[in-house]
């Protein structure tokens, strides 16, 4: 079962998550309008790593771009064309640098996609109505509920006396 | 007024009525007399591009104005107009986005559909321009049964895989960007099929504060990325003008110049795009005379910066010594084509002057004047490029002027149509604004208020 | 019946000798596949045939290239005295009028299809009719015809017809010549200069080197003389003239004076050559005159004096005075045209003659006088009982007549013709005649009763009198090389001239001059598209004519250029654009005929206006006002004003500042320095061009040439307005100093095949590339036409297929089934959206390369002779392999005024150029 709050600000949800850390209850997620630099602190993430593939991706595609001039400039099909280098590294330098981007930027949708697990069409939480006041200015907190109704009870009155203006149960 | 309270009016209080004003074009049950009106005018206009077109590519580029000496006209200029234009869209969104201006929020969504827009068009032009269009893409390295592969020395080349790789790019950058917005249209739309369509469009988002991590970590990777890609792409289509040995052409100086000239016609087609949001969408609240006022003064920066390089180029020709880049300076100034020289002169460096001044800068309807006086002056600049030094050039006895035809001036006019065809489509099927962005700043500016 | 004739000459042709054996080929209707391979005929091989063109009558020696019995191009035969290997303009197009479609196919009558027989039918009725009052008076016109055959056919036909008479005329007739040396020598004379033999020439008003049946041998005499190495120095040329001409663009020294003044200064040098009629040189160009005949008489024996075809006769008779006291190297023969008498006279009699009904049938044979003496003649026509009219075309005269009957092309034609010099040849045929048509010698050998002509036989007959020991063998001699020897007229010995009276004509305000046009000659070639597009020397005009005049006068009458303006001779009025020409005298209108022809064909009709009527009336009043403008003249590119800054383009040098050069103004390509690596040719090759600008007459036959060689297509005039002219190679005229002294240079600019070339790094898909000799092939089928090629190169010297215009969408008829048949097998026929340039005729290097290697050796040099250096008739452009220490083109890139266009772009071209290199007299410059 999850317990849904929403606050009027970042800073009540911040503080409500903080409070929930304290009393070592586990938290599910937190549902904001725009993105809220105080939760990263809050929420723990196991990996930042795309960052790094797009890297990767980008300098791997540059390198094999590069490849591909000088196989066919060099070894395919050499000709003279004006007397220039078969191997003309400075101007071989562009078509590498426009791809190599172009695949950092792929390589990083994917990884996008692969990290929040979207595209996710259905979830539980759309169940309650809180999410959908997420897109305007609800800041809604998301706690995994203890089982025993008196806590529940307990942390509801500590959600409302702290300036939630909604709190919802959800039986996920 | 001071602080973000500059870039909200009055109707922008609260993140419900910012929603609001965003989705009411795509949602809203009301008149729209004025927008199928411009859509009709923007699509016969679309429907001319189509025919000439088709009127090219059936009988042959013989329709064009081109000649044997000057073998390059109107695709090449609309081409780098175009693609100009495209480059700025990104260009502002990310360079505002890294440098974390807050007036970018409500801009930056029209600005990368220009992008696309433009940049869609702008792909076109070379494949016209081409005597034999169906084999453009021997310009890809595949094997093809002539056993040759792109002459990759050839600033053409850069050029196709400059624009491709900026496309798809700037495709990935804008619908990033978007997919948040898109959950706001699912949650708000009246029909289930809206709601089929947008909600398969946003992937499920929803609004969850680890998306909203990862989402910004890549949005401001990809601004990263993005402004020196774009640098990259116009720089490479200086490079089609500057890799050749023609008096007007080889000149180092082109890269850094087309980059502005991009910055500078892009940002006064913003302008253009945004004037017309406030007025046709009333996006005042959201859009505001400062939003004009900034995109005033980077107007005016780009035109000095443009005005210089002019100087640059006179200064150069005449200070190498070279007989035949100071003929050409002299023919720029004097020949054939000095009345469109000039007219382009007081287009990109005199008429922005005037954004030294703030009132003019807040004035909507003479910055908006100014702006398409820059795009004006942006066209002239590129046709003179191909112009003036292809009809002037080493052998005297092979100059000689173009001829333009009906068939030019209409592609021209058809693309502009269908530009205005995709974007009215646009603001009627995506938030014209980001509207995540625009509620943190009615919430920073709720705070500062409260401050 | 046709048909059977026709079947007659297969049969001839395929039992005639071997060396005709591949000139015949099927109807072109039927396709019959070889059972025997017919000998020497190897597909795809070439074979050359000698033969001869005619222009103006004279005969041209050319060497016919036919691929599987299908002539494609003309060549000058080395062994002709006419063309000694040159060849011009006409000689080169000749082969387009052989496949032009508009060429009539049937002879056509009252009733519109018709046949030979029911003209022969028709020909008997009038004679029988004639023959009851007193002898048939036929009446035969032609123009020049020089041909053997034909005359001993005529003489035939006299004895049978006593009253019948053959008048001749040419449109651009040579009376003022012979009658001048008629009045010097008291008996009809022909001047043959020997211009290698001269030091210095005075021309006065004559064009040596202009157009005209002598312009290959005249101009490849002139080039022996003003080549700055050769021991015997260099020819100094001085021209008087009242508009621009060829030979005064290539004078050391020109004189620009109205034909009135001509006339004085020819007196006044005759003056100090002795002459003491009293007359005192006119002031005005006392120090010249001094100039010029201390000049001519310092060489006594080597100089001589020219006058032009324009000149009154008495200029003759003084000119030929003048020789004969500088004891010239003139020959003087009997005339090679067989009817005497002045061509005026000839058609004036033949006038009375019909005014007077005199004439009960009248045969036109290749003549248009209804075009070119008007629509009076054609009216008189009509007088005669019967009118036929032979030609190419169903033209304006063909209209007057009552019977047209097709002439066949001399190219499908048994004939003979005499050259200038009186020189025979036999006309061999490279083709089956296309149409039912007939040789003019058939035609009289037809009317004469013989009912089946071979005109094989006829000519055969001709020459098969004895005396010349076995016949097969001489005839057979004769055929292959082209030439009869011995048939040349032998110089005769003239008693000395008596020294006319020259009474100066009496100076009108405006003289109209008329010349034939460098392009279409007299009208003759209106139809022929290669020659419409053909730019003129210096005004690049194609596609029309124009008024041409001073800048004077055009400032005193009121006239702007390119606009349009009324002349008026008398009664003839044309309105016509006006083309302002500095250096053109004062007080001179020049126009040149041969335009506004009606009847010539889709390709000529309509184009430029009728010179002929002011041409007839040239002595009368003339005047000149603007009129309202009309539709615009074509011109195309290639002219240019040189400024001062600008003089690499096109340097010039006299021989005292070329013996001061140390080295060359650019070392060969191959010394200069690079970053670039240079490519080594792995075969050995290197193909390189010289072109000596010093030679270049600027006679436009490479121009010509390369179209024939290259299916290069024709535009057609809208297209030239859009500057879109396919011209590989183009004759940049350069126009420098200022109106007194102007002078005019022409440089021939084909590609110049770079080694470090702009063209190709640009192109993305490797169309423009560099091969292993050092050429700059484009690969048609790989360009995808993005331009880069041409926009980046520096000489502009690529050209685009806008449209298919050499296919569906070629101009007028130009992609008829006939004009294809004149395509060069060996070379491609480009597709809309293709760029294509001079290719240094590759097609020519790999035929030379697989004789070489059939035998296992090296090209030899000379052995690739482009198509532009064979039409050179002064041999200004040499081509040969630069590797090859002991080639002529080293040579030359070796000399002193070697220079390479736009050196300093560091393209290192291999076409280069040699610099202009005049010989003026040190004198001259001092008096004026």
């Not at chain 2, 898109?182 to 369509?197: E, K, Y």
């Not at chain 3, 006299?654 to 200069?672: G, H, M, V």
């Not at chain 3, 004149?822 to 293709?834: E, I, L």
Request: hydrophobic residues 45%; neutral net charge.
């Amino acid at each position: 079962m999850i317990l849904l709050a929403s606050f009027p600000s970042p800073d009540a949800l911040a503080e409500a998550m903080k409070t929930m850390h304290a009393r070592g209850i586990a938290i599910h997620d937190a549902y904001t309008p725009f993105p809220v630099k105080a939760l990263d602190a809050l929420l723990p993430e196991t990996d930042r790593g795309e960052r790094a593939i797009m890297l990767a991706c980008g300098f791997g595609v540059a390198v094999v771009a590069y490849f591909i001039e000088w196989w066919t400039a060099v070894v395919a099909y050499p000709f003279d064309s004006g007397s220039r280098p078969h191997h003309s590294w400075p101007v071989f330098v562009l078509f590498p640098f426009e791809l190599g981007i172009l695949a950092a930027a792929v390589a990083g949708l994917i990884a996008f996609f692969i990290k929040t697990g979207l595209p996710r069409y259905h979830d539980a939480i759309f169940e309650c109505d809180l999410i959908a006041r997420s897109n305007v200015d609800a800041f809604v907190l998301a706690i995994e509920a203890p089982e025993d109704r008196t806590a529940r009870a307990d942390l509801f009155t500590w959600f409302v006396s702290n300036g939630a203006d909604a709190v919802r149960e959800l039986n996920a | 007024m001071s602080g973000l309270a500059r870039w909200l009016g009055s109707g922008a209080e609260s993140c419900s009525r910012s929603n609001a004003l965003v989705l009411d074009p795509l949602v809203a049950r009301r008149s729209w007399r004025a927008w199928w009106i411009a859509i009709t005018i923007a699509f016969l206009w679309t429907v001319t591009f189509g025919v000439t077109i088709a009127l090219v590519l059936s009988i042959g580029i013989g329709e064009l104005g081109n000649n044997t000496t000057v073998v390059w006209g109107f695709p090449i200029a609309n081409y780098v107009w175009w693609i100009g234009i495209g480059n700025a869209g990104t260009l502002i969104s990310a360079m505002l986005l890294i440098t974390r201006q807050h007036w970018r929020a409500s801009i930056n969504r029209s600005a990368e559909a220009m992008t696309l827009m433009a940049v869609s068009i702008a792909g076109l032009f070379p494949i016209i321009h081409l005597g034999r269009p169906l084999y453009f893409l021997w310009l890809l390295p595949y094997p093809n049964e002539m056993g040759i592969w792109p002459q990759w020395r050839s600033a053409l080349i850069w050029d196709f895989w400059a624009i491709l790789s900026y496309l798809l790019f700037s495709i990935i950058f804008w619908y990033t960007g978007l997919i948040p917005d898109l959950a706001v249209v699912r949650d708000a739309a009246r029909t289930r099929f809206g709601r089929l369509f947008y909600g398969s469009l946003c992937f499920g988002w929803r609004n969850s504060a680890r998306h909203w991590r990862i989402h910004q970590r890549f949005y401001y990777t990809m601004a990263g990325l993005a402004v020196p890609l774009v640098c990259s792409v116009h720089s490479i289509v200086g490079l089609d003008f500057a890799a050749s040995l023609m008096p007007g052409w080889e000149e180092g100086i082109f890269p850094p110049y087309f980059v502005v000239g991009a910055m500078f016609s892009g940002f006064a087609m913003v302008a253009v795009l945004i004037a017309g949001l406030r007025w046709g969408f009333g996006f005042a609240p959201i859009i505001t005379e400062k939003h004009f006022d900034m995109i005033g003064r980077m107007m005016l920066l780009a035109s000095l910066v443009l005005g210089l390089t002019y100087l640059t180029e006179w200064f150069t020709a005449w200070y190498s010594g070279d007989y035949a880049e100071r003929r050409f300076t002299i023919y720029e100034m004097v020949g054939r084509y000095a009345p469109e020289y000039w007219l382009m002169i007081c287009c990109n460096v005199i008429f922005p002057q005037a954004f030294w001044w703030r009132a003019v800068r807040q004035n909507i309807p003479v910055s908006l004047v100014i702006a398409v006086l820059v795009n004006v002056g942006m066209w002239l600049e590129r046709i003179l490029i191909v112009w003036t030094t292809l009809s002037h050039s080493y052998s005297p006895t092979m100059w000689t002027a173009f001829l333009s035809t009906a068939v030019d001036w209409a592609m021209l006019g058809g693309s502009l149509g269908f530009f205005a065809f995709l974007y009215l489509c646009f603001v009627r099927i995506v938030p014209a604004a980001t509207m995540f962005e625009v509620r943190e700043l009615v919430h920073e500016r709720r705070q500062e208020l409260k401050a | 019946m046709p048909s059977l004739s026709r079947r007659d000459a297969l049969h001839l042709l395929a039992s005639s000798v071997a060396a005709t054996m591949a000139s015949c080929t099927q109807p072109t209707n039927e396709i019959i596949p070889y059972v025997n391979m017919p000998e020497r005929l190897i597909p795809g091989e070439p074979l050359k045939f000698a033969t001869s063109v005619a222009l103006a009558g004279y005969g041209r020696g050319t060497i016919g290239i036919t691929y599987e019995g299908r002539p494609t191009k003309l060549e000058g035969n080395p062994l002709h005295p006419a063309s000694l290997g040159g060849s011009d303009v006409f000689m080169e197009a000749d082969i387009l009028d052989l496949y032009d479609p508009a060429r009539s196919r049937a002879p056509r009558g009252p009733s519109m299809v018709n046949s030979w027989d029911e003209f022969l039918q028709a020909f008997e009725a009038a004679r029988a009719h004639a023959v009851g009052n007193g002898g048939f008076r036929l009446r035969v016109l032609s123009g020049r015809i020089t041909s053997p055959t034909f005359v001993r056919l005529w003489q035939a036909l006299a004895r049978g017809f006593p009253a019948a008479r053959w008048h001749r005329y040419e449109p651009v007739d040579d009376d003022s010549e012979t009658q001048g040396l008629k009045l010097a020598f008291s008996r009809p004379m022909l001047a043959r200069p020997r211009i290698s033999d001269a030091n210095v020439v005075l021309c006065l008003g004559a064009d040596p080197l202009g157009p005209g049946p002598e312009q290959p041998a005249l101009a490849r005499a002139f080039s022996t003389r003003r080549n700055s190495e050769k021991p015997g120095g260099m020819l100094r040329l001085y021209a008087c003239e009242s508009a621009w001409t060829l030979t005064g663009a290539n004078a050391d020294h020109r004189l620009v004076l109205a034909p009135a003044a001509i006339c004085d200064f020819a007196l006044a040098v005759a003056a100090r050559l002795g002459a003491d009629d009293g007359s005192s040189p006119s002031l005005a160009f006392k120090k010249e005159v001094e100039a010029v005949s201390d000049d001519l008489l310092a060489h006594r024996g080597h100089a001589m004096v020219l006058a032009g075809r324009t000149q009154p006769p008495e200029l003759h008779a003084l000119a030929a005075w003048m020789n004969a006291r500088l004891g010239a190297p003139i020959d003087y023969i009997e005339p090679v045209d067989t009817v005497p008498g002045t061509h005026a006279g000839s058609l004036a009699a033949l006038e009375h003659d019909l005014e007077s009904g005199a004439v009960d049938a009248l045969v036109i044979i290749g003549a248009n006088p209804a075009y070119d003496r008007g629509v009076e003649f054609s009216h008189m026509i009509g007088r005669a009982r019967l009118s036929a009219h032979m030609g190419l075309y169903a033209d304006e005269t063909a209209r007057a007549c009552r019977w047209h009957l097709p002439m066949s092309h001399i190219l499908e034609s048994w004939s003979d013709i005499r050259g200038p010099d009186g020189t025979a040849s036999i006309v061999q045929p490279l083709i089956m005649p296309l149409y039912d048509s007939r040789t003019p010698e058939a035609l009289l050998a037809l009317v004469t009763g013989n009912r089946s002509p071979r005109d094989y036989d006829l000519v055969r007959q001709t020459w098969n009198r004895g005396g010349n020991g076995d016949f097969e063998s001489w005839w057979r001699g004769a055929v292959e090389r082209g030439v009869i020897e011995g048939t040349g007229a032998k110089p005769v010995t003239v008693s000395a001239p008596s020294l006319p009276q020259v009474k100066p004509a009496g100076p009108g305000r405006l003289v109209v001059t008329t010349g034939p046009d460098p392009s279409i000659w007299d009208g003759r070639y209106a139809n022929n598209a290669w020659l419409q597009e053909c730019p003129k020397p210096f005004t690049m005009e194609v596609w029309g004519n124009a008024i041409e005049v001073s800048p004077e006068d055009a400032k005193e009458f009121g006239i702007a250029d390119s606009k349009y303006a009324r002349l008026t001779c008398g009664l003839a009025v044309v309105d016509a654009p006006v083309r302002i020409r500095s250096g053109q005298a004062k007080g001179v209108v020049a126009v040149t005929l041969g335009y506004g022809r009606v009847a010539a064909g889709p390709i000529g009709d309509g184009v430029g206006f009728n010179a002929w009527p002011l041409w007839a009336r040239r002595n009368e009043p003339v005047s000149l006002s603007p009129i309202d403008s009309g539709p615009a003249t074509h011109t195309t590119f290639g002219h240019a004003v040189l400024d001062e800054a600008d003089d690499k383009l096109f340097p010039r040098f006299t021989l005292a500042e070329l013996a001061k050069l140390r080295r060359p103004i650019t070392r060969p390509e191959s010394s200069e320095p690079t970053l670039l690596h240079t490519p080594q040719p792995d075969d050995g090759y290197a193909w390189a061009m010289v072109i000596d600008n010093g030679l270049c007459i600027g006679c436009n036959a490479c121009v010509v040439s390369c179209m024939a060689e290259n299916n290069v297509p024709v535009v057609g005039p809208d297209e030239i307005d859009r500057h879109r002219d396919m011209h590989w190679l183009r004759v940049d005229t350069y126009q420098s100093g200022e109106a007194a002294g102007l002078r005019i240079g022409f440089e021939p600019v084909p590609c110049m095949h770079c080694e470090d070339a702009p063209c190709e790094p640009v192109c993305p898909v490797e169309a423009s590339i560099h091969d292993t000799e050092g050429l700059n092939v484009q690969v048609y089928n790989r360009c995808i036409g993005t331009r880069f090629c041409e926009s980046n190169c520096p000489y502009k010297v690529r050209r685009f297929n806008w449209f298919d215009y050499a296919g569906y969408q070629a101009y007028a008829d130009m992609n008829a089934g006939t004009i294809s048949a004149q395509r060069n097998p060996d070379v491609t026929v480009r597709a809309r959206g293709v760029m294509e340039k001079c290719t240094y005729c590759v097609q020519r290097i790999t035929r030379a390369r697989r004789g070489a290697e059939r035998e296992k050796r090296m090209i030899r040099d000379g052995e690739v002779v482009t198509a532009c250096q064979a039409a050179c008739p002064t041999g200004a452009i040499s081509f040969g392999n630069r590797d090859d220490k002991h080639s002529h083109v080293v040579a030359q890139k070796s000399r002193g005024q070697h220079f390479a266009l736009l050196a300093s772009l560091g393209t290192r071209p291999r076409t280069t150029y040699l610099a202009h290199v005049s010989n003026p007299n040190p004198v001259w410059d001092k008096t004026s």
